[in-house]
């Protein structure tokens, strides 16, 4: 097995979202992120109590990455009175930040638009990510 073929361990921080709207009003309370790697495995922050348009989480994980698995989403939601609402989902291909020209190790600070289920933008979600 060559060392690309190898499972890798990722520490992955969600760093924050900006310009999260749900039914096209601005949101900056109960709203979270669920982070997956394509298994059954899920990473949940806690609850936002952000400010402005901008909401900060600064929540680490370390994903567990297969060596067959080709991305990871950032699904992002809203807590409401009746119960949970998808805002949008971020989609980051492996090939975006590993087997590139920055070395895995390496930190990487990321952004990438939010889309919702109609393909429009709802938002900017900021991570960090590296190989451990």
């Known amino acids: 097995m060559e060392a690309r073929d190898k499972p890798k361990t990722l520490e992955l921080t969600v760093l924050s979202a900006q310009d ?19 298994s059954t495995t899920t990473h949940t922050t806690p609850l936002s109590t952000g400010e402005g348009n901008v909401l900060s989480w600064n929540e680490k994980f370390t994903v567990e990455l297969s060596t067959y698995a080709r991305s990871i989403s950032f699904e992002v939601k809203y807590q409401t009175t009746t119960g949970v ?10 090939s ?17 638009t939010l ?12 991570f960090s990510v590296r190989v451990v």
């Open 85 to 94: 609402r998808d805002v949008g989902v971020a989609r980051i291909a492996v």
């Open 20 to 38: 999260i709207h749900v039914n096209g009003e601005p949101v900056t309370t109960n709203i979270f992120v669920v982070v997956r790697a394509e």
């Open 115 to 126: 889309r919702d289920w109609n393909g429009l933008c709802n938002g900017v979600i900021n």
């Open 96 to 112: 975006d930040f590993l087997g590139g020209s920055v070395p895995e190790t390496s930190l990487q600070v990321l952004s990438y």
